[in-house]
């Protein structure tokens, strides 16, 4: 019975430590939300931006899961490279060290109820206040709590007996069998806990309390290298071979590293107390295995990061791309493939993912509306009428097949997006959401009026109505600022527009409108001068869809002016 409440006191503590974590990332996510967008996007750049990034993303989110499984994600949304990603995974693996000297210089150091209790209350108070640093508060409930936990896994630790003791100097005296050991259970515990972060907190414990010595707790330390790496691997299951390739680099840089480490043991030991000043006994076991940690981790980096590309190459030839038969991404089905856990994970983050894909929409918008504004004076131009027929035929047939893969994405990005503020989310960050919803719709909407276009020009084409070049020569210059409002959109979507920036955005939509009006009137005035009232009627009409494609595309301005 003792034994069983010293089991589920350990599984409490531990779940309190977690909690505290996860609080305490959210609170930092919330605080650096937009400022930590910035520094994912800094990783676009060479390797080493790509290793510091990872480095400060996983030091802030306090999980280097959390950054490989996100990482997976962004590789197979076309956010980052296999080559960048490399850099993020080799980064967080060092940024994932910062938990355990927290927990050695300040969880053991010094005395933790004096510290946590103080934190949570202070925490929970400013957490509470209508201010606009609340989420500082957060940030320092968390602290509070983890260290609460830290404070209640250390005291729900068993003390060790003589026998056990004598027990674990045997199994640490086997030399291999007892590295090999001490890997296995850091590689088992990492697992069921799903945080390598819990489990190097929980092997400081014990090490800290005398259950297990130092070359026992530096192998279990190897072993969590290898266990974290499962998260990863199930985040590419289903996902596209660059992903896939993504999480093997993470399995391959971590199982390798585990292996020279545990190969050159003993100097690895030996170099880290040369580090480290002082003995044990005098800094401490946990900060020694915290430094080990480190070192680990860092000379790992060191010794792949100069084979960044042939690692590349190495991952794309043990998973390769299977080829397929080559069909048009718009004809098949749009799906945003993505889990819950991960947006929970980083809610703040995977708004970098939204913009890519609103980017991408944007794109099927520019690419429908160039199509429409080519083909009206082309066919206006053929003469045989069969010609027409097939080329409007295949417009109209092609028109539609996006202006529905454009309904999918959104259907698909306004889900996501919702999923992302059922999170805990910084209202800068949730008043972006908002303008990207927005967004989705009015480029929904841009496609709906290209594919209304294309109709009327089939129209035009099946009842044999064409428009004088007198109105052609007036509706191109019309249909050319509505195509510089639009790529105007598609060339700062993901940025918020300057003053300068939104003033051009209104002056162009100004042009828009009194072009509108001068053709109306050009179209009332032939009407009256006797000219075929359905061909006129069909030239507004045509205005009219253009003039509307504008304005949608005036409010995406509007949108990304209110995002600075």
């Known amino acids: 019975m003792h034994y069983l409440d010293s089991i589920f006191r350990i599984i409490g503590s531990l779940g309190l430590f977690l909690y505290g974590?996860?609080?305490?990332?959210?609170?930092?996510?919330?605080t650096a939300g937009p400022r930590l967008q910035q520094v994912l996007g800094f990783m676009t750049g060479n390797r080493v931006t790509a290793v510091l990034t990872g480095l400060v993303v996983t030091a802030i989110?306090?999980?280097s899961s959390a950054t490989t499984v996100m990482v997976v994600s962004f590789v197979n949304a076309g956010l980052l490279t296999l080559t960048q990603a490399i850099g993020v995974i080799m980064g967080a693996n060092i940024g994932t060290t910062i938990t355990g000297w927290i927990v050695s210089l300040v969880g053991f150091t010094l005395s933790i109820s004096s510290l946590a209790l103080p934190a949570v209350g202070l925490g929970f108070v400013m957490r509470m206040l209508k201010w606009k640093h609340r989420m500082l508060g957060e940030v320092l409930l968390g602290f509070g709590i983890l260290f609460l936990g830290l404070d209640f896994l250390t005291q729900s630790m068993p003390r060790i007996s003589p026998e056990a003791l004598s027990f674990?100097?045997?199994?640490?005296?086997?030399?291999?069998?007892?590295?090999?050991?001490?890997?296995?259970?850091?590689?088992?515990?990492t697992v069921i806990t799903h945080s390598s972060?819990?489990?190097?907190?929980?092997?400081?414990?014990?090490?800290?309390?005398?259950?297990?010595?130092?070359?026992?707790?530096?192998?279990?330390?190897?072993?969590?290298?290898?266990?974290?790496?499962?998260?990863?691997?199930?985040?590419?299951?289903?996902?596209?071979?660059?992903?896939?390739?993504?999480?093997?680099?993470?399995?391959?840089?971590?199982?390798?590293?585990?292996?020279?480490?545990?190969?050159?043991?003993?100097?690895?030991?030996?170099?880290?107390?040369?580090?480290?000043?002082?003995?044990?006994?005098?800094?401490?076991?946990?900060?020694?295995?915290?430094?080990?940690?480190?070192?680990f981790n860092l000379i790992n980096t060191l010794l792949f990061f100069p084979f960044v590309k042939p690692f590349a190459v190495l991952v794309s030839f043990l998973i390769k791309d299977t080829p397929s038969a080559p069909v048009s991404s718009i004809s098949s089905p749009y799906i945003l493939e993505y889990k819950s856990g991960s947006i929970q994970d980083t809610p703040e983050l995977n708004i970098l993912r939204a913009e890519k894909e609103i980017r991408?929409?944007?794109?099927?918008?520019?690419?429908?509306?160039?199509?429409?504004?080519?083909?009206?004076?082309?066919?206006?131009?053929?003469?045989?009428?069969?010609?027409?027929?097939?080329?409007v035929e295949a417009l109209v047939r092609d028109m539609g097949n996006q202006e529905q893969y454009t309904d999918e994405m959104r259907e698909e990005l306004t889900r996501f997006l919702i999923e992302c503020t059922r999170q805990h989310l910084s209202p800068q960050t949730e008043r972006k959401v908002s303008m990207l919803l927005r967004i989705v719709t009015d480029l929904e909407e841009v496609t709906d009026e290209c594919f209304s276009v294309a109709l009327l020009l089939e129209r035009s084409v099946k009842k044999n109505l064409s428009f004088k070049n007198k109105e052609m020569e007036a509706l191109m210059p019309y249909m050319g600022m509505a195509e510089a409002s639009l790529n105007f959109v598609q060339d700062?979507?993901?940025?918020?527009?300057?003053?300068?920036?939104?003033?051009?955005?209104?002056?162009?939509?100004?042009?828009?409108?009194?072009?509108?009006?001068?053709?109306?009137?050009?179209?009332?005035k032939?009407?009256?001068?006797?000219?075929?009232?359905?061909?006129?009627?069909?030239?507004?009409?045509?205005?009219?869809?253009?003039e509307n494609l504008g304005d949608y595309c005036y409010d995406i301005a509007v949108a990304l002016g209110a995002l600075r």
């Not at 974590?21 to 919330?30: A, C, E, L, N, P």
């Not at 001068?529 to 869809?545: C, H, M, N, P, S």
């Open 21 to 30: 974590m996860k609080v305490m990332s959210d609170g930092i996510q919330h």
């Open 360 to 391: 991408d929409m944007a794109g099927v918008a520019a690419a429908m509306y160039q199509q429409v504004s080519t083909a009206f004076p082309s066919l206006q131009q053929k003469t045989a009428e069969d010609d027409k027929n097939a080329a």
């Open 61 to 63: 989110i306090q999980s």
């Open 492 to 524: 700062h979507l993901g940025h918020p527009l300057s003053p300068e920036q939104a003033v051009y955005a209104k002056d162009l939509e100004g042009k828009i409108d009194r072009s509108r009006n001068k053709l109306r009137k050009l179209g009332r």
């Open 197 to 295: 972060s819990a489990s190097t907190a929980i092997m400081l414990t014990m090490a800290h309390n005398g259950l297990i010595d130092y070359p026992m707790a530096a192998t279990m330390i190897l072993g969590a290298n290898i266990g974290t790496t499962i998260d990863a691997a199930l985040a590419s299951i289903g996902t596209k071979t660059a992903a896939r390739q993504t999480a093997l680099v993470h399995v391959l840089f971590n199982v390798i590293g585990t292996v020279w480490a545990l190969i050159l043991f003993r100097p690895l030991l030996f170099l880290v107390d040369w580090i480290t000043p002082g003995s044990i006994s005098e800094t401490g076991i946990t900060t020694r295995l915290a430094m080990f940690h480190s070192v």
């Open 526 to 546: 032939r009407i009256e001068a006797g000219q075929d009232v359905k061909t006129e009627l069909l030239f507004i009409d045509v205005v009219r869809r253009i």
């Open 168 to 189: 674990i100097g045997a199994v640490s005296n086997r030399g291999v069998v007892s590295t090999l050991i001490g890997t296995g259970i850091g590689v088992v515990m």
